[in-house]
């Protein structure tokens, strides 16, 4: 263990310590909150449009970013209502410990998925720059398996090769312009 490991350690246990606090039902419905109200906002605050310039004085310019900063709200607060009150009656059943169990499991894992987006993007940066010595790297418990979560999960990213190539080019283009 060495101090990459200490640094990746703080904000998977506060993860895991949130999680176990706010138990299953609250963190799924935060993710699911943020996600639906991003993904219904961006398909509907238009039809929100209309209803805001009839009923309000703001100006036409101001009225899609209103929209869906509004429709955003309505979502995010409907859904952390309903998962309050699925939280209520799972403590009322007496599965509050095992919510907390899970929740305590799921705020880990979804901290250990943020901190390998962010790596995902740091690891970009330190390609060339070699911020975190290779053999720190090599010698973590931590860094590897969680740098590789978002890989794993999403395909799509390719490991981040894609992002360490269009780095690279970006890197070349800099360098070539420097030199001039």
């Not at 963190?27 to 238009?46: D, K, N």
């Not at 955003?72 to 919510?99: C, E, H, N, Q, W």
């Amino acid at each position: 263990m060495n101090y990459l490991d200490i640094i990746l350690s703080i904000p998977l246990l506060l993860g895991l310590y949130k999680g176990l606090k706010r138990g299953i039902i609250k963190e799924l419905a935060s993710l699911l909150a943020l996600t639906l109200g991003i993904y219904v906002a961006v398909h509907f605050s238009e039809q929100v449009q209309p209803t805001l310039q009839a009923n309000t004085s703001i100006d036409e310019s101001f009225l899609p970013i209103i929209a869906f900063a509004a429709t955003f709200i309505m979502i995010v607060l409907l859904v952390r209502l309903l998962g309050l009150m699925l939280d209520k009656i799972i403590k009322l059943v007496a599965l509050g410990m095992i919510s907390g169990l899970l929740g305590g499991f799921f705020g880990l894992l979804k901290t250990a998925f943020i901190i390998s987006a962010l790596l995902l993007i740091f690891n970009t940066l330190d390609y060339h720059l070699e911020l975190i010595p290779n053999e720190q790297k090599k010698n973590s418990l931590l860094y590897q398996p969680i740098s590789e979560m978002v890989p794993l999960l999403l395909p799509e990213v390719e490991d981040g090769n894609s992002l360490i190539k269009d780095a690279e080019k970006v890197w070349q283009e800099a360098e070539g312009f420097i030199s001039l």
